[in-house]
Nanobody
């Protein structure tokens, strides 16, 4: 079992920056992929960025070159640095982890943190 605790988020003006953190606990060695998704009102949840156990990163098209995902293994934490924020980045951001279960891939979600970008 994996547990995720998020921090960061808040209100920022367009063009500003925020940093989100997500700390994992529990069966950390079984985590295969860890990252962030977001969901805006009336829209489907979408990938923001994720990082594989091997270190490969992938970003959603709308955030490439503006957001950076990093990992601090010593703290079992990933960080999402969000720069040049736009009003369309406003959403609830969820930390996500996929880990090896007994026979399946387990998926864990954080509680979500609100990011609001004002114009």
């Amino acid at each position: 079992q994996v547990q995720l605790v998020e921090s960061g988020g808040g209100l920022v003006k367009s063009g500003g920056s925020l940093r989100l953190s997500c700390t994992a606990s529990g069966s950390i060695p079984k985590i295969i992929v860890m990252g962030w998704y977001r969901q805006a009102p009336g829209k489907q949840r979408e990938l923001v960025a994720h990082l594989t156990r091997g270190g490969s990163k992938d970003y959603g098209d709308s955030v490439k070159s503006r957001f950076t995902l990093d990992r601090n293994d010593a703290r079992d934490t990933i960080y999402l640095q969000m720069n040049s924020l736009k009003p369309e980045d406003t959403a609830v951001y969820y930390c996500n982890a996929r880990s090896e279960g007994d026979r399946t891939i387990d998926e864990t979600w954080g509680q979500g943190t609100q990011v609001t970008v004002s114009s």
